[in-house]
C-alpha cells in the first residue's frame, strides 16, 4: 500500500495516532457513512484531479442523514480536508476514504450528541489479478441495515460472511444476489452485464447502492452509442453476458468465468475492453466527459 495519511481531529497526523474510544458509538455499533474517492495526479498542472469527488460528497452527507449521524463539517471543510491529506502524496494518483461516525448520542437528539470525521490516504495503483474468476454466492444480500440508499459501515458487515466464501472456493470475487433471488452486487463493486453494444445494470429496485462508478461507464457506454438498460436481473443471465466490475478502487474488471463457465469471449468481451480504456481516458482527463467529472482538488 505505500506511505498511508491520516487526517483526525482537524490535521494530519500519522496513521496510528486516529484513534477513538471503544465506547464511541463507531466502536459499540458501527455507527458511521464513508465513501472512497479517487484522485488522479495531473503532471502538468502538477496537482490531484478527483472524480466525481461533488457526487461522492453528497452521498456523504445523505448517508449521514439516514443514519442519523451529525454531520461534523460542511462540504467546503471536507473538500479542504481532503485535499490536505493529497497533498501529503504528491505525484501519486490517491485513494482517499472520508468517514462520518458517531462519536457520541444514538440520535441526533440526544444531548451529547457529537459527530467526526477521519480520513484515510494512500498511493491508488489500480490492477487486477492475471484470471479473475466468480462465483455466485450461496448467501443473499438484504440491503443493509438501513437500506441500500446510504454507504454505511454498518452495511458491509456481511462482506464478512461473502469474504470468507470467497477464500473457501479460491475465487476472485463473489457475486451476490438479493432475498428475492435477483443479481445484486459483487463484493465491494457494481456487476454490469455487457453484450454486443448493450450494457445491462440490476435497477436500484434491487437493494443494491447506487454506484457512482457504475454512473460514470454509463456515461462512457451511452457516448459509445451502447443501449444501456436498468432492470432487474436473473441469475442465468450471468452466464450469457461479460460480466463486467466497477467499483472506486478497483476500476473495471472483467470477469473471465462466472460459476466456472467461460465469459471472457465474443462481442460483449470487446464492448466491455472499450468501456475500460474509455474510462481509463476519463481519468487521465483525455475524455470529453472530464470536464463534468474531474475537478482539480486544491
Not at 87 to 99: A, M, N
Not at 130 to 135: E, Q
Not at 226 to 251: C, D, F, I, K, P
Not at 267 to 277: N, S, T, V
Request: contains cysteine.
Amino acid at each position: 500500500m505505500g506511505k498511508r495519511i491520516m487526517w483526525f481531529d482537524g490535521a494530519c497526523v500519522p496513521w496510528e495516532d486516529a484513534r477513538v474510544h471503544v465506547w464511541d458509538e463507531l466502536a459499540l455499533r458501527g455507527a458511521n457513512v464513508f465513501e472512497g474517492v479517487t484522485a488522479f495526479w495531473d503532471d502538468a498542472e502538477q496537482q490531484h484531479r478527483v472524480l466525481a469527488g461533488e457526487e461522492h460528497l453528497e452521498r456523504l452527507f445523505r448517508s449521514a442523514r439516514t443514519a442519523d449521524i451529525p454531520a461534523p463539517a460542511s462540504a467546503e471543510e471536507v473538500r479542504a480536508a481532503l485535499a490536505a491529506v493529497a497533498r501529503e502524496l504528491p505525484g501519486t494518483d490517491v485513494y482517499l476514504r472520508p468517514t462520518f461516525y458517531a462519536a457520541r448520542g444514538r440520535s441526533t437528539l440526544a444531548a451529547d450528541s457529537e459527530g467526526a470525521m477521519y480520513i484515510g490516504g494512500f498511493p491508488y495503483a489500480p490492477g487486477g489479478p492475471p484470471l479473475v474468476r466468480a462465483v455466485v454466492s450461496s448467501h443473499r444480500r438484504f440491503g443493509g441495515p438501513i437500506g441500500a440508499g446510504a454507504k454505511s459501515g454498518g452495511s458491509y458487515l456481511d462482506f464478512r460472511v461473502f469474504e470468507r466464501e470467497r477464500l473457501e472456493r479460491g475465487v476472485e470475487h463473489v457475486l451476490i444476489l438479493n432475498d428475492r433471488g435477483n443479481v445484486a452486487e459483487a463484493d465491494g463493486a457494481a456487476i454490469l452485464l455487457v453484450g454486443d453494444g448493450k450494457v445491462l445494470v440490476p435497477s436500484v429496485d434491487t437493494g443494491v447502492l447506487d454506484s457512482i462508478t457504475k454512473r460514470i461507464v454509463l456515461d462512457l457506454a451511452r457516448g459509445l452509442g451502447y443501449a444501456v438498460s436498468e432492470r432487474g436481473v436473473l441469475r442465468e443471465e450471468l452466464h450469457g453476458s461479460q460480466v463486467l466490475l466497477a467499483g472506486t478502487l478497483m476500476g473495471l474488471r472483467p470477469v473471465d468465468t462466472v460459476d466456472g463457465v467461460p465469459a471472457g469471449h465474443g462481442p460483449g468481451a470487446a464492448c466491455a475492453r472499450a468501456l475500460a480504456e474509455e474510462y481509463a481516458r476519463l481519468c487521465r482527463g483525455e475524455h470529453a466527459l472530464a470536464k463534468t467529472y474531474l475537478t482539480p482538488l486544491a
